[in-house]
Nanobody, 113 residues
């Protein structure tokens, strides 16, 4: 059974940084395309960043240059380093494994102005 567990969310001031982690069990992050998504109330869930098993990472225009997605194969986790945070980055952030469409439970990120 594949499980994804996010951690690292919280409250931060604008301009600050947070690092989210997604611990994966039952599957290997090195072999799958993994992604981070976010959602705010009343809006659809949107893609933030993806990292494939092979190939280049991709970012939403709104976060490119500020966020970095990375993978730790030894620990079987995927991280999202978020710098220069803005109030509009406030959302629940979800980790996803594309193959099988598995999602984590989400972690709240709140950026105060």
């Amino acid at each position: 059974q594949v499980q994804l567990v996010e951690s690292g969310g919280g409250l931060v001031q604008a301009g600050g940084s947070l690092r989210l982690s997604c611990a994966v069990s039952g599957s290997s992050v090195s072999r799958n395309t993994m992604g981070w998504y976010r959602q705010t109330p009343g809006k659809q869930r949107e893609l933030v960043a993806t990292i494939p098993g092979f190939g280049n990472t991709q970012y939403a225009d709104s976060v490119r240059g500020r966020f970095t997605i990375s993978r730790d194969n030894a620990k079987n986790k995927v991280d999202l380093q978020m710098n220069s945070l803005k109030p509009e980055d406030t959302a629940v952030y979800y980790c996803r494994q594309n193959y099988g469409n598995y999602w984590g439970q989400g972690t709240q990120v709140t950026v105060s102005s």
